[in-house]
């Protein structure tokens, strides 16, 4: 299982490496979050390839359980955020995270513990919700944001235009029936 999850994030690297901005995204979402990326396109690859090599060495790692982690690499600083097992198994996440090439800087956000199917499904709800509000907010580049809830936790990561934007993102997500807290791991745009 875990050789061909690694083949999948290796062929995916390399579609994506090899095919530039057109296999960001899906059709015109694709296109619009391309589009709409604060960052460079080589920044962009930069970051992707950071994210699949994390990716890839979590598979290798007997103790790490990736599907269980979401790598979210962003002008080289990466943030984990996920629910594991044992503090072991986060320490390690954050130890093969920072030991990659590129890597910057490694924020681990990671939960330990476990959550049941309702809570799984109630996450799923929580962050479709989320989502949601910031897709009909005027003046959110909702693309530019991704909302990872587990056990309530709401976990917004990617770039705004200013600090307006990110307290309006975070009120959003404050807000939403079923929402815990907020981990703001948003970044303002540099000028």
């Known amino acids: 299982m ?23 995204g899906t059709g015109a979402t694709g296109a619009y979050k391309v589009a709409t990326d604060e960052r460079t396109t080589g920044s962009m690859w930069d970051d992707a390839a950071i994210t699949a090599r994390i ?19 962003l002008e080289g600083n990466v943030t984990l955020t996920g629910l594991v097992e044992t503090e072991r198994e986060s320490n390690r996440a954050g130890e093969i995270a920072s030991a990659v090439p590129g890597v910057k800087k490694v924020t681990n956000k990671l939960l330990v ?7 799984a499904i109630d996450d799923e ?15 959110i580049r909702s693309l530019n944001i991704d909302v990872d809830v587990y ?18 993102a ?15 791991n948003l970044k303002v745009k540099t000028r």
């Open 113 to 119: 513990g476990s959550r049941t199917a309702g809570q």
């Open 151 to 168: 056990k309530g936790i709401v976990i917004l990561t990617g770039i705004v235009d200013n600090e307006e934007q990110q307290k309006k």
């Open 125 to 139: 709800i929580l962050g479709t919700r989320v989502k949601s509000r910031l897709i009909t907010e005027e003046g």
């Open 170 to 184: 975070v009120g959003l997500a404050e807000t939403a029936p079923g929402t815990v807290r907020v981990i703001d």
């Open 55 to 73: 990716n890839s060495d979590f598979i290798d790692d007997p103790l790490v359980k990736a599907r269980k982690i979401d790598v979210d690499t």
């Open 2 to 24: 875990k050789n061909c999850m690694k083949i999948i994030c290796l062929i995916s690297l390399s579609v994506l490496v090899g095919c530039g901005p057109v296999l960001i």
